[in-house]
């Protein structure tokens, strides 16, 4: 079985541009989440999708939003990005029921 | 109120000695399901042992073994006969209900000393 691929690896962008990392989830996993990790902390909870649709959100701002396709991958978008949105942006696939199983992650830095 | 607590930010271990890493909860919800993931420093998020609230045993994966007591809300992680490559931070976290949002406390980092 093929794991949790997200892409790019690394991204440098200006503050204030906009941003699109992508996650091809697990196969046989129908539901992918975000998470954010800043530096020295745990990951904190973005968003999930479930066939297609958003069914859960942290407490993020509106201009982190995502997409997940009908072959089950995944995009992250975030807008008017901010110093702070510099982190490593986690991607993970499961079932609803099994433990989830996390990509590599990119690693976002804003300048 | 922090729902995972990680009251270690650090540890150090002799290669080959057994650790224990901490992890208290809250929750109210009746079904959760309790976690414990390995990130070396590369950054990824490996999972390591799963342990459901209505599970009456306490779950074991190779080395790792969750010891569970539902009564005091813990959640601890025993490494057994630690190697060089256990060294990496560790967080436990814990999923409510069924969804995939998962908490995480804080994590731990633990160095293995050869």
């Known amino acids: 079985e093929t794991g949790v691929t997200q892409s790019p690896t690394h991204l440098i962008k200006t503050r204030g541009q906009q941003v699109t990392l992508r996650c091809s989830s697990q196969s046989g996993h129908n539901t992918v989440s975000w998470y954010q990790q800043a530096l020295g902390q745990g990951p904190q909870f973005i968003f999930q999708y479930y066939r297609e649709e958003e069914n859960g959100r942290g407490n993020f701002p509106p201009r982190f939003s995502g997409l997940q396709f009908p072959n089950y991958s995944s995009e992250l978008n975030v807008n008017a990005l901010e110093l702070d949105d510099s982190a490593l942006y986690l991607c993970?696939?499961?079932?609803?029921?099994?433990?989830?199983?996390f990509g590599n992650g990119t690693r976002l830095t804003v300048t | 109120a922090q729902k995972i607590t990680q009251t270690q930010p650090g540890m150090f271990v002799q290669e080959k000695e057994a650790v224990t890493l901490d992890c208290t909860y809250d929750?109210?919800?009746?079904?959760?399901?309790l976690f414990w993931y390995k990130q070396p420093s590369s950054g990824e998020m490996i999972f390591l042992i799963y342990q459901g609230s209505y599970d009456q045993q306490n779950a074991t994966e190779g080395r790792y073994s969750l010891n569970f007591q539902k009564a005091r809300k813990s959640a601890n992680l025993v490494i057994s006969a630690s190697q060089l490559g256990d060294s990496a931070m560790y967080f436990c976290?814990?999923?409510?209900?069924?969804?995939?949002?998962?908490?995480f406390g804080k994590g731990t980092r633990l160095h293995i000393l050869p």
């Open positions: 976290a814990m999923r409510e209900g069924r969804d995939d949002k998962i908490i």
């Open positions: 993970a696939s499961g079932t609803g029921v099994s433990p989830l199983h």
């Open positions: 929750t109210s919800d009746p079904s959760y399901g």
